[in-house]
């Protein structure tokens, strides 16, 4: 509009002050687990922090059984276990009240990641969280938080508009209900997606909380590799264009870069919940990183995207 004040951008923080930043950042974000490998659960002690949450894994083809086991080890070793229920993997209402009762009575269970299930077909009438939701299964047995899965990036199978409208009803199915959610997102290689798709949400009104989906420190190859199978999309390029190098391959890359960027923009502390990482190269390695900058062992240059971790896995 003419004569409209146009605001100058904010300056960048200095250097103490970004560090501040991306500490608290990483401070307190969630990990994730397998529920195929529960034998790795003992190992996690002195690694990641008491009551930290650690989120399980629903894969498909894995039992629920599975998910229940693991969610119960992680209690029993101090931790908060957050399961995922993936709403096609489950035949119907016997089952899925099955697990979360067990969940909630054998393992605590108070918090969960409600997901439709990376399958085609549906095992039985849930084809999405909306519809796990919708049982009220989690409140009837004491769930009163869950977590829903956003996609900055796009999702590879659905459009924008018909994720933005399944968002609005789960938004409207929270407030009805009384279940607290938030959104944790899928994991990208930049942060102007991230940013731009929060601030999307808060334009439309959708103020639920975020906690960012980052993947922790892994080979070039292994980070492909896990792109590929999630649909990732235009920030794959961030991962450098050795990534056509075999040679390369091999070499650790770590969403430092990425932390900079959130902690040097405004929105950072005021839209972000929180971190989630996927811990692509081994929960121990992920843990020992995000501990170091947490403790604020790694150092900033001037100039430089990313930043270097004093730490071993």
């Known amino acids: 509009m003419p004569g409209a004040a146009v605001s100058p951008p904010l300056p960048a923080p200095g250097l103490e002050e970004e ?86 009575g054998e393992a605590g269970v108070r918090q969960v990641l409600a997901i439709a299930g990376d399958v085609a077909k549906p095992a039985g009438p849930y084809a999405s969280s909306l519809d796990l939701l919708a049982t009220g299964l989690l409140q009837k047995n004491g769930i009163q938080r869950a977590g829903i899965a956003g996609y900055p990036e796009q999702h590879a199978r659905i459009g924008s508009d018909t994720l933005r409208e399944a968002l609005r009803a789960k938004v409207a199915l929270g407030r009805k209900s009384g279940i607290e959610l938030y959104v944790v997102t899928q994991f990208c290689f930049e942060a102007a997606p991230i940013l731009a798709w929060i601030a999307r949400l808060r334009t439309s009104g959708i103020g639920l909380p975020v906690r960012i989906g980052l993947a922790g420190p892994a080979s070039l190859r292994t980070l492909l590799a896990y792109a590929l199978r999630c649909g990732i999309g235009a920030s794959v390029r961030a991962l450098g264009a050795d990534a056509a190098s075999i040679a390369h391959l091999v070499t650790q890359k770590g969403p430092e870069p990425i932390l900079r960027a959130l902690a040097a923009a405004p929105e950072a502390e005021r839209e972000i919940a929180g971190l989630h990482f996927f811990p692509f190269g081994g929960v121990r390695r992920t843990a020992a990183w995000q501990r170091a900058i947490a403790g604020g062992r790694f150092s900033l240059e001037p100039g430089q995207a990313g930043f270097r971790v004093d730490y071993r896995a």
Do not use: K, M
């Open 19 to 104: 560090r501040r930043r991306i500490a608290a950042l990483v401070a307190g974000a969630s990990l994730e687990t397998a529920a195929r490998r529960p034998t790795d659960i003992d190992a996690y002690r002195g690694q990641i922090d008491p009551g930290s949450d650690v989120y399980v894994n629903h894969l498909p083809g894995e039992s629920y059984h599975e998910v229940i086991a693991v969610a119960a080890q992680l209690a029993r070793a101090g931790f908060n276990p957050v399961p995922h229920l993936g709403a096609r993997n489950f035949t119907g209402f016997t089952q899925l009240r099955d697990c979360i009762e067990r969940l909630a």
